[in-house]
Structure formats: C-alpha cells, structure tokens
C-alpha cells in the first residue's frame, strides 16, 4: 500500500498562487508515477498534472499549461504542484495519485489521497 497525504489548499483570490505537497508513506514512491487531479463541484474528477517516477518527464491538461508545474522530492517522498495564476474556475478538490507508468487517465491510478479543498474567489 502506498498512502499520501495532502497539503496546502485554501482559499486565494484570483491570480494568486499556491503550493500543494503530497506526502507519501508506504511502498517505494519513486517507482510510480505521480499524477494530480481535481474535482470541482457538480463535475468529474479531470486530469491536472502527471511527472514521472524519475521527476524527468511530465505532461499537463492544456486548461493549467504555462500556470502550473508539477515537480517531486524522492529523497522525501514528497510530490509538489506550484499553481500560480489562479482562476476562480481552479476552484476544486485536488487529490494526488500514483500509478506504475505516467497516465492522464483516472483508472490508470492504483493509490489516492484524501484531497485539498482549493478555493479562488475574489
């Protein structure tokens, strides 16, 4: 089993910025992929972010491309997304997410978290 824990959420006004982390305990983090994604109110959960088990390779859903970047600490078991620019549509829950091999699909994902309420509002 491999258990993450999420951090950093809140609430933000429009064009601000936050820092998520998602620490995991378990099995050997740096051999899965880790992925972010989000779910907003009323809506699906939807793709954010993916990086690699080596940190060397990441992928973005095109709504977040060029405001967010994903980033992660395997000495610390740790994987990170800096939001800058935010909008009040990046209103949602965030859950991190590890599968074997970098994937945007949810059902590729075998470990959650529990989520961070992320709130942008003026």
């Known amino acids: 089993q491999l258990q993450f824990v999420e951090s950093g959420g809140g609430a933000v006004q429009p064009g601000g910025s936050l820092r998520l982390s998602c620490a995991a305990s378990?099995?050997?983090?740096?051999?899965?992929?880790t992925g972010w994604f989000r779910q907003a109110p009323g809506k699906e959960r939807e793709f954010v972010a993916v990086?690699?088990?080596?940190?060397?390779?990441?992928s973005y859903a095109d709504s977040v491309k060029g405001r967010v970047t994903i980033s992660r600490n395997n000495a610390k078991d740790t994987v990170f997304l800096q939001m800058n620019s935010l909008k009040p549509e990046d209103t949602a829950v965030y859950y991190c997410?590890?599968?074997?091999?970098?994937?945007?699909?949810?059902?590729?994902?075998?470990?959650w978290g529990q989520g961070t309420q992320v709130t942008v509002s003026s």
């Open positions: 997410a590890a599968a074997p091999r970098m994937s945007t699909r949810e059902y590729d994902y075998d470990y």
């Open positions: 378990g099995r050997t983090f740096s051999s899965y992929a």
């Open positions: 990086i690699g088990w080596s940190g060397g390779s990441t």
